[in-house]
């Protein structure tokens, strides 16, 4: 299937790891030009080696905070102008609802949730006025099953749903696209990261977390859920706009 993306641009943010560099792979073998951004230095360095050696496509890196407004400002600025923007960057930290203090919940919310936020504030506009572009919003499944264990990101990915939905309903009419995706569990070290809160939590041995990973259905590979993106990214979706699609192997469902 021609999905017709060679010699776009994309931003990719947490782009260096998981499925954002999974995303980054997938739309760099369809021709796509990249700006990857991400806060840790290293990785971003050794992610950008990466797809240069592999792709014959352009690739820029970008160290910067992405839970600061003034980064994100700067970021859209100095990578100009895109035709996919795929918000990814954002770990909310698992808990419950007593155990997540005001701060941190703030701070996880800063990153994700108005990271997310501000930068469709700031490449929305910019697409609308040249009548193009995509905006893929990786949000995660606890929007579809919220879990007290998971308060702070159940509620986040919510709000993120609700965005998704009210933009992607409104920007078509300027011949921009916004769409979400709801990946469930999938194999990247942030997985591991919240089993292992999860196992601390349940078992009292955070070294117990493989226990915890589900068997039936079993998580996601990162390159599963970036091959969603890529579609939705192509012209091949071009009447999908507001609305989130869970890639979870069904599990939502039951």
């Known amino acids: 299937m021609e999905l017709n993306l060679a010699g776009k641009r994309a931003l990719i943010t947490g782009g260096s790891r998981g499925i954002g560099l999974a995303c980054a792979h997938g739309l760099a073998a ?4 990249l700006a990857i951004a991400a806060r840790t230095v290293e990785p971003l360095k050794a992610a950008t080696r ?14 910067c905070d992405l ?39 703030r701070a996880a919310w800063d990153l994700k949730v108005f990271g997310y936020i501000n930068l469709c504030r700031l490449v929305l506009p910019q697409m609308s006025d040249r009548g193009t572009g995509v905006i893929i919003n990786i949000i995660g499944a606890a929007a579809d099953r919220p879990s007290a264990d998971y ?7 919510a709000a993120l749903v609700g965005l998704t939905k009210a933009l992607g309903g409104s920007a078509p009419r300027s011949g ?25 939590r349940r078992l009292g041995d955070a070294e117990r977390w ?5 068997r039936d259905p079993a998580p996601a590979t990162a390159e599963q859920v970036a091959d969603v ?24 469902a039951r």
């Not at 797809?51 to 160290?63: E, G, K, M, P, Q």
């Not at 493989?210 to 589900?214: A, C, V």
């Open 210 to 214: 493989e226990e915890l990973i589900p």
């Open 50 to 63: 990466a797809l240069r050696a592999t792709y014959d496509v352009d690739v820029s890196s970008h160290s």
């Open 176 to 200: 921009v696209r916004v769409v979400g995706i709801n990946p469930g569990l999938t194999l990247t070290a942030r997985l591991e990261t919240l089993l292992r809160e999860s196992a601390a």
């Open 229 to 252: 993106v890529v579609f939705l990214a192509s012209e091949r979706a071009g009447h999908v706009s507001g609305t989130t699609l869970t890639v979870d192997g069904g599990s939502s």
């Open 30 to 33: 369809e021709g796509v030009h």
């Open 67 to 105: 839970a600061r407004t003034e980064h994100q400002a700067a970021l859209v600025d100095v990578v100009g102008p895109i035709d996919i923007l795929v918000n990814n960057a954002g770990a909310i930290p698992g808990g419950t609802l007593d155990a997540i203090d005001e701060k941190e919940w």
């Open 151 to 157: 308060i702070a990101g159940a509620a986040g990915n």
